[in-house]
T-cell receptor, first 114, second 113 residues
Framework: GENVEQHPSTLSVQEGDSAVIKCTYS??????FPWYKQELGKGPQLIID?????GEKKDQRIAVTLNKTAKHFSLHITETQPEDSAVYFC?????????????FGTGTQLKVEL | DVKVTQSSRYLVKRTGEKVFLECVQD?????MFWYRQDPGLGLRLIYF???????EKGDIPEGYSVSREKKERFSLILESASTNQTSMYLC????????????FGSGTRLTVV
């Protein structure tokens, strides 16, 4: 089955700096890669996703890049703000058939310091 | 506002008890999922369902069962709760097919004593 590794497990940045979280996946058939943000006491919330026919996707201060050859994808947050502090999860799945089963990374605790 | 609702935020149960965790979604989604979340281990899939009365085992189904009698409701059952099942349980739903993000509930923090 799919295996997703995520690094780093914790990340501390100064407000206004950029943050990068990286994930690798094992199944070359995976073609859907979402990112989730989990704030304290809440369930994870989808913040951005990318499909394998696209190399990069951007939404305001958040961007995701995908390298299919190397089987890795990354989340980039620019101009970080205190409200970006949360746990971030990457995930991967194959967009085919029923089930839509996502395999998640182990999470990154991002802390944005003032 | 679309949502996935988990019936309890916090539960404390005794070892050996049968425990029911309930999840309801209002988005008419075909797929529903139960994950458990533990520090350092991320989100691990327990069971999922892609249709009413259909279920499939995830990565860690041992000690759990599920029920999906109606499209909007997916229940997780701990047949005989044990202390190693103390965890955060997250329910999610998504549209049919692949390539769709999940909508998660807020989670149930279960403590088994």
């Amino acid at each position: 089955g799919e295996n997703v590794e995520q690094h780093p497990s914790t990340l501390s940045v100064q407000e206004g700096d950029s943050a990068v979280i990286k994930c690798t996946y094992s199944d070359s058939a995976s073609n859907y890669f979402p990112w989730y943000k989990q704030e304290l006491g809440k369930g994870p919330q989808l913040i951005i996703d990318i499909r394998s026919n696209v190399g990069e996707k951007k939404d305001q201060r958040i961007a995701v890049t995908l390298n299919k050859t190397a089987k890795h994808f990354s989340l980039h947050i620019t101009e970080t703000q205190p409200e970006d502090s949360a746990v971030y999860f990457c995930a991967a799945s194959k967009a085919a058939g029923g089930g839509n089963k996502l395999t998640f990374g182990t999470g990154t605790q991002l802390k944005v310091e003032l | 506002d679309v949502k996935v609702t988990q019936s309890s935020r916090y539960l404390v149960k005794r070892t050996g008890e049968k425990v029911f965790l309930e999840c309801v979604q209002d988005m008419d989604h075909e797929n529903m999922f139960w994950y458990r979340q533990d520090p350092g281990l991320g989100l691990r899939l327990i069971y999922f369902s892609y249709d009413v009365k259909m279920k499939e085992k995830g990565d860690i189904p041992e000690g759990y069962s599920v029920s999906r009698e109606k499209k909007e409701r997916f229940s997780l059952i701990l047949e005989s709760a044990s202390t190693n099942q103390t965890s955060m349980y997250l329910c999610a739903s998504s549209q049919q097919g692949g390539g769709y993000g999940y909508t998660f509930g807020s989670g149930t923090r279960l403590t088994v004593v």
